[in-house]
Nanobody, 116 residues
Framework: QVHLVESGGGLVQAGGSLRLSCAAS????????MGWYRQAPGAQRELVAG???????DYADSVKGRFTISRDNAKNTVYLQMNSLKPEDTAVYYC??????????WGQGTQVTVSS
């Protein structure tokens, strides 16, 4: 498994921006898909955005046009740029790495709080 460490969360006002980072303990070139998920209190964990090894991206409808996922293979890091944040974006954000054999790894999560 790969060890993942998220950073960049915090408190921001509605309309503001944050950039989350997910640093992997080893090369992400061997990772099929990197993704960001989030979990709000009392809710299930949901996919926010994903990016494959080939660079194909997908987003939850609720964040399309506001969030951008990217990966820097040289730094073994995946980013989530979040713009025009809304209070409903408040959640713990988790980084995920899914290997080609289907094995998943998760980070410890980073809290994002958007105030109205």
């Amino acid at each position: 498994q790969v060890h993942l460490v998220e950073s960049g969360g915090g408190l921001v006002q509605a309309g503001g921006s944050l950039r989350l980072s997910c640093a992997a303990s080893r090369s992400i070139l061997s990772i099929n898909r990197m993704g960001w998920y989030r979990q709000a209190p009392g809710a299930q964990r949901e996919l926010v955005a994903g990016i494959t090894a080939g660079g194909t991206r997908d987003y939850a409808d609720s964040v399309k046009g506001r969030f951008t996922i990217s990966r820097d293979n040289a730094k073994n890091t995946v980013y989530l740029q979040m713009n025009s944040l809304k209070p409903e974006d408040t959640a713990v954000y988790y980084c995920n790495a899914r290997r080609f054999d289907g094995i998943n790894s998760w980070g410890q999560g980073t809290q994002v709080t958007v105030s109205s």
